[in-house]
């Protein structure tokens, strides 16, 4: 399993693009405008890729992962530790054999309809969510999800996410 610590100006240029480009999904019309409803189809589909790798994760099925993903992708995740910013890379490759070795329920959901942009064969979903193990929140966050149409359909390249950790509940409640 290949995880790498970067500093944050490696990745700032690539979060940067993904929000100006996730701005455009508050437009009603941004995406490829081709008359034929194309643009809605595109956006229910690479939604429907991003729901089933939530769905592969919650049953570990490494193969319906696979079969969705770019192996040479990559995850980004951005969290604060004792104030201190850090982000971790986990390849694609890396992620699914974390997803086969583990035992532990996972769910993760998004908390608001996630916008979703598609320009030609590139989209991308943001929106809030929320992830469990074995039912307990373990953390929330913005997923950025970034997917490319191929000949196969819509595939997920990777993302960008923040990870804000649970707060315990105070003793007693």
Do not use: N
């Amino acid at each position: 399993m290949r995880t790498t610590w970067l500093p944050m100006r490696r990745i700032a240029g690539l979060v940067a693009l993904l929000l100006t480009l996730s701005a455009c999904g508050t437009t009603p019309d941004c995406g490829r405008r081709d008359g034929d409803g194309a643009v809605a189809t595109d956006r229910a589909a690479a939604l429907a890729v991003v729901q089933g790798l939530f769905d592969a994760m919650a049953t570990r099925d490494v193969a319906k992962a696979a079969a969705i993903t770019v192996p040479e992708g990559v995850f980004v995740v951005t969290s604060s530790v004792d104030g201190a910013r850090r982000q971790r890379v986990t390849g694609l490759a890396a992620f699914l054999d974390q997803l086969g070795s583990g035992t532990s329920r996972l769910d993760e959901r998004f908390t608001q309809p996630p916008t979703v942009l598609v320009d030609g064969d590139v989209a991308v979903v943001v929106g809030p969510y929320e992830f469990r193990i074995d039912g307990a929140l373990s953390h929330t966050g913005v997923d950025v999800l970034t997917l490319i149409r191929t000949d196969d359909g819509w595939k997920l390249t990777g993302g960008v996410y923040s990870h804000v950790s649970a707060k315990p509940a105070p003793a007693g409640q």
